[in-house]
């Protein structure tokens, strides 16, 4: 039985329900009202640890759209909808950085 299909909607769908909840998340930043604001500029290390996890999470999301043949004829579409979503979600969203990526990145250098 070929199980490409079952591992890549699990990606898929645990990288749309990472999204869709960035995106609740901006929604709800605009729906609350701000007295101050600030901006934040990131420091060398913090973006280029930023880039290397984008050009892994792209490598692995393509890579296992790249070797599955569950997806033939659509593959390309896929991949472009990945790096759109992956793009956004390291790039624009301040809720996956901040709470995931930057978290996990504290944790890897805690060890």
Excluded: C
């Excluded at 490409?4 to 909607?9: E, G, L, P, Q, V």
């Excluded at 984008?54 to 659509?74: C, E, K, P, Q, R």
Aim: overall charge positive.
């Amino acid at each position: 039985m070929n199980t490409d299909i079952f591992s890549i909607a699990a990606m898929q769908g645990f990288l749309i329900l990472t999204f869709s909840h960035a995106l609740l998340s901006l929604v709800k930043t605009w729906m609350t009202p701000r007295g101050a604001s600030a901006t934040v500029h990131r420091g060398e290390e913090s973006m280029n640890s930023l880039y290397v996890l984008y050009g892994v999470a792209t490598l692995v999301f393509s890579l296992t759209i790249d070797v599955a043949d569950a997806f033939y004829g659509h593959k390309a579409t896929i991949v472009l909808a990945d790096y759109v979503l992956l793009t956004y979600l390291f790039f624009f969203s301040s809720w996956f950085r901040n709470s995931i990526v930057f978290r996990l990145l504290a944790r890897i250098r805690k060890d």
